[in-house]
């Protein structure tokens, strides 16, 4: 059973920076597409940034040049570097397998105030 573990959020300022990390425990994580999802309040969880096995990066539209995602395959961990953060990515933010999903962990509550 695979098992997520989302951590690195917090209270900051719009502006700053944060990084998420997520270790994820079991032997599917090397072989996945790994994303980084969100949910605000009231609002559906959607796919922020997705990572493939080799490195390969993609973004939604509205993080584009503000976050990065990057992978340690070898720690089964992947990464969220966030900056330039506004109030708007407030939200809780989850990782997951984005083609082979398995259950969700508790996430890791990002809040950016104004």
């Known amino acids: 059973q695979v098992h997520l573990v989302e951590s690195g959020g917090g209270l900051v300022q719009a502006g700053g920076s944060l990084r998420l990390s997520c270790a994820a425990s079991?032997?599917?994580?090397?072989?996945?597409?790994m994303g980084w999802y969100r949910q605000a309040p009231e609002k559906q969880r959607e796919l922020v940034a997705a990572v493939t096995p080799t490195g390969r990066p993609n973004y939604a539209d509205y993080v584009k040049g503000r976050f990065t995602i990057s992978r340690t395959n070898a720690k089964n961990t992947v990464y969220l570097q966030m900056g330039s953060l506004k109030p708007e990515d407030t939200a809780v933010y989850y990782c997951n397998a984005v083609y082979r999903p398995v259950d969700w962990g508790q996430g890791t509550q990002v809040t950016v105030s104004s």
């Open positions: 079991g032997s599917i994580f090397s072989i996945n597409v």
